[in-house]
């Protein structure tokens, strides 16, 4: 049944957009970069080159990878949204629902194979973006140290210590989109069409997103159980030492989220009188 539902999802046109969307976005960062990636660099050194000598390639693959990781991983949840939000609402919307199941298989197995598929799904986006992003951007741009710039930091990675970040940075950012796939699902099980659940899940992020990123003191209060808040935890890879106890943190989080989501989505679907 999982290899049924892939199949479903790669057969559909709008499965490729996401993909085109992201490696138009990466080919613009790196030819931005490329061109002008030299005044950029100078600008966001201003103030750091003043108090330390600083020299070698810092416009280098890990530097532009980094940029369009910033850029990209807000956004791909709402490409994971397009395909994990059809997913229920589509074979309903199809009318395809009750012959879907006619088939040996549960209704609780129902929703983890269709979340699985959603998952993997996210999975090729990511290591889609790995390619083009992090494997172009070293072919292109070359290796060097990684200065990472924060509000409140200054953090220089030698070039030999930032490739297992990467890896590690990849594999939260695929519990990060898993989640996502969990509360899309979720709300497809609610919609006879696809539209309502991948609007209602982009809404439901950018509106969380605003929440765990305004520093206004009604909302800080509520931060730490946004799931939103512990998305954007895979920049703790880039500080140095990293701190784990966060990140550890936010997966649980994370999980947990994607837990509630699977199994309220579950005893919903049990429950739903399925029409056609």
């Known amino acids: 049944m999982l290899r049924l539902e892939l199949h479903k999802i790669f ?3 709008r499965t490729y957009i996401s993909f085109l969307i992201m490696t138009a976005v990466t080919f ?10 030299s005044s950029f660099v100078s600008f966001a050194m201003q ?3 003043e108090q330390f000598a600083i020299s070698g390639n810092i416009l280098n693959g890990y530097l532009v990878t980094y940029l369009v990781l910033q850029s990209l991983l807000i956004h791909i949840p709402l490409l994971v949204a397009l395909v ?13 629902m009750r012959l879907l199941l006619t088939k040996p298989v549960s209704r609780g197995g129902v929703v983890l194979v269709k979340y699985i598929a959603s998952v993997a799904y996210a999975m090729l986006l990511l290591v889609w973006l790995a390619v083009v992003g992090l494997g172009l951007s070293v072919l292109i741009f070359g290796t060097g140290d ?3 710039l924060k509000s409140d930091a200054f953090v220089m990675l030698l070039e030999h210590d930032i490739m297992w970040r990467y ?3 990849f594999a939260f950012a695929a519990l990060a989109m898993s989640t996502v796939a969990a509360l899309a699902v979720f709300l497809s099980v609610f919609a006879d069409n696809s539209i309502g659940p991948i609007i209602g899940t982009m809404g439901v992020i950018v509106v969380l997103t605003i929440f765990s990123n305004l520093e206004i003191p009604l909302f800080n209060t509520i931060k730490p159980y946004l799931f939103t808040t512990h998305m954007i935890a895979w920049k703790g ?8 106890d966060a990140i550890i943190t936010s997966v649980l989080v994370l999980v947990g989220y994607i837990a509630l989501f699977l199994a309220a989505t ?7 009188d399925i029409q056609s």
């Open 11 to 13: 057969r559909r046109p």
């Open 28 to 37: 613009l960062i790196q030819l931005a970069m490329y061109v002008d990636g």
């Open 47 to 49: 103030g750091v080159g």
């Open 84 to 96: 994990a939000g059809d997913v229920l609402a589509g074979e309903a919307n199809a009318g395809t």
């Open 146 to 148: 990684l200065i990472n």
């Open 167 to 169: 890896m590690l940075a």
């Open 237 to 244: 890879f880039f500080d140095a030492p990293v701190p784990y």
């Open 266 to 272: 579950i005893v919903i679907f049990k429950r739903k």
